[in-house]
């Protein structure tokens, strides 16, 4: 480690490699939403379940519902947003089981390929 480092640094470069790993997955899932556009429907059936059950905070509860509400377009460009508002819905995300364990690994390990390939 450099002289300079500072636990700080380490936090940032794990928060990125966490957010590249999140925009990655939620690419894929765009991509089979668009594929099969009934998967939304799964997914606001999950926002309903967690409303019923009150495990989810109210505010991603209301923000996942509005935005569920809108064209399959701006849902897109919203999961896959890499800004501010795309990493915060990330956080907390309907789409849990769109993608199956098999590709979600690959997925995981392409982005850590990448991530060492850009470091050296």
């Keep these: ?3 300079g480092y500072t636990g700080s640094d380490m936090e940032g ?9 999140s925009i990655a997955l939620h690419r894929e899932v765009a991509r089979r939403i668009l594929a099969r556009p009934e ?3 799964q997914a606001r059936n999950r926002v309903d379940g967690w409303s019923r059950e009150r495990s989810i905070s109210a ?3 209301k923000a ?5 509400g809108h064209s ?8 896959t947003d890499p800004g501010e508002t795309g990493r915060s819905l990330r956080q907390t995300s309907p789409f849990a ?6 590709t979600r690994w690959e ?12 470091e050296t």
């Design 59 to 61: 505010h991603w509860i």
């Design 39 to 41: 998967l939304l429907e």
């Design 64 to 68: 996942w519902s509005v935005l569920l």
């Design 13 to 21: 470069i794990t928060h990125r490699v966490a957010e590249e790993r």
């Design 1 to 3: 480690m450099s002289a």
């Design 107 to 118: 997925i995981l390990r392409r982005c850590e390929r990448e991530r060492r390939a850009h």
């Design 97 to 102: 089981g769109v993608i199956d364990s098999k």
């Design 72 to 79: 399959l377009d701006e849902v897109i460009v919203a999961i």
